[in-house]
């Protein structure tokens, strides 16, 4: 029977009277501390006793460091000569139990114990803690010119938005742990220079914002097994697994440069740049996925796979999708005597849009079929409505001698309507508006009087 097990510890470097707290309840329990991690600590199983623990803080202490150090040993000894016995470490926290019932402090100078654990945040948890921020914050830099790239794709596809909603909470809430830790230390200053201790942690709001953040990691992981499972948009995994693998190649990192008995300060340089090499490469490959496939790679309807020749020495594989579309060229043209068509479908829908996206296209030869493609915007705020309608109507500078002129509303009964113009020749794309509604339409000529109407028709304008 396995004697040990592991558990995840919420815990914080400055918040050492809560983690000594549940050590002591755990220990009541049966379960005794054997070694800390950075997410799960392991616990030998045993018969329930009755332990204190007590957390220190020891500067010289680092996960960096091939060994303990000649200091430490001196300082273990120290402590075992008071009736505490070194259980384990995790960067310069130190962790001590003692059977007594009244074991004798050996930290009693409370301005050098809160000057001990300043030195020791600066050397471990606050550099890690703007390491993890700006990692995020660079995340959310890419997303916010990803959003500038395309508004609307951004604002209608649901794994991106959570993507970000993550990033975003973690990064408000390691920015919190930063500032209470500040706070805290002037709470610690304030009560000592008036001959108290270090400072009490305030308890309750570190709760509700620890349970309001573990609620939000809950209700993403259960979106993201839903998505996973019924949508199979793969890519979202990626974001997903970016930390879990980051902080895999950095702990990897160090534990073999731990084994190769390297010096600490080279184990960290060596370390931190793997991370950032690592963590740039990562980025760079998500974002080639995303601009080359998009989030959701995969589509539900059947579809048939052709090899057509792009040239005389070259055949390219096609997938002609099977989807039901209202609009199609044959409504618009009539019979088409053409086997090689592909009815494709994408649905899209968050809080703030849905967007519906049409295609019916012909494979490339000369004298091809036509073909049509709309987008059906639905949005359910107008700030969406107004980004929607501000990107649709810019012209990228590629695409020179375009303009958007305005046409007459009563052709599509619309709000506000806009042909597309090529060196002032109109083409078959248009941007229709209604009310909280948006058309974009694109054929390959603008269509007749009885086309428009079988427009209206089929989608329900």
């Known amino acids: 029977m396995k004697n040990t097990t592991k558990r995840i ?4 470097f400055d918040r050492y009277e809560d983690t000594e707290k549940k050590l002591e309840k755990l220990a009541a329990k049966g379960l005794f501390l054997e070694e800390c991690g950075s997410f799960f600590w392991t616990f030998r199983k045993g018969e329930p006793k009755k332990l204190k623990y007590t957390v220190t803080y020891f500067s010289e ?3 960096f460091n091939p060994g303990i150090t000649d200091n430490q040993q001196t300082y273990f000894d120290y402590a075992k000569a008071a009736g505490w016995d070194f259980v384990t470490q995790l960067n310069q926290m130190q962790i001590f139990c003692s059977e007594a019932d009244n074991p004798i402090p050996f930290e009693t100078d409370e301005k050098e114990k809160l000057d001990n654990i300043k030195r020791c945040m600066k050397k471990s948890f606050i550099p890690s803690m703007f390491m993890i921020i700006l990692i995020f914050i660079l995340n959310m830099f890419l997303q916010f010119n990803s959003f500038q790239r395309d508004p609307i794709g951004f604002l209608s596809d649901t794994g991106l938005l959570f993507s970000v909603s993550m990033i975003l909470v973690g990064t408000i809430y390691l920015m919190y742990s930063l500032l209470d830790y500040f706070a805290w230390c002037k709470r610690s200053e304030r009560s000592i220079a008036n001959g108290g201790g270090c400072a009490e942690s305030n308890n309750t709001i570190h709760k509700i914002v620890y349970t309001l953040f573990m609620i939000f990691i809950f209700v993403f992981a259960g979106y993201i097994l839903f998505h996973i499972a019924f949508e199979t948009g793969w890519i979202i995994l990626l974001f997903i697994a970016q930390m879990p693998i980051l902080t895999f ?5 160090i534990k073999y440069l ?10 960290k340089v060596i370390s931190v740049t793997v991370l950032t090499i690592v963590t740039f490469a990562y980025i760079a490959l998500i974002m080639t996925l995303v601009l ?4 959701n790679t995969d589509h539900d309807s059947d579809y048939r796979t052709v090899s057509w020749p792009v040239n005389a020495a070259h055949n390219r ?3 002609l999708y099977n989807n039901d579309i209202p609009l199609t060229c044959e409504d618009l043209y009539g019979s088409i005597d053409y086997d090689y068509y592909s009815y494709e479908r994408k649905a899209d829908s968050t809080l703030f849009l849905s967007k519906n996206t049409y295609r019916q296209n012909s494979l490339p030869a000369k004298n091809s079929p036509p073909e049509i493609e709309y987008v059906i915007l639905e949005t359910k705020f107008d700030f969406a409505y107004q980004l929607a309608k501000e990107h649709l109507l810019e012209i990228p500078e590629w695409r020179d001698n375009n303009s958007f002129e305005s046409v007459d ?7 506000e309507a806009y042909q597309r113009y090529y060196i002032d020749n109109p083409t078959g794309e248009y941007i229709l508006l209604f009310d909280n509604k948006i058309i974009v339409l694109n054929m390959e000529k603008p269509p007749t009087p009885k086309q428009v109407e079988i427009i209206k028709e089929k989608l329900q304008i």
């Open 409 to 415: 509303n009563k052709i599509f009964e619309t709000t």
């Open 258 to 267: 731990k084994r190769k008995k390297v010096s600490a300060v080279k184990n």
């Open 249 to 253: 190649v950095f702990w990897t990192s």
């Open 292 to 295: 080359k496939f998009g989030f």
């Open 9 to 12: 510890i919420n815990f914080r």
């Open 317 to 319: 594989e096609y997938k």
């Open 61 to 63: 202490g680092s996960v």
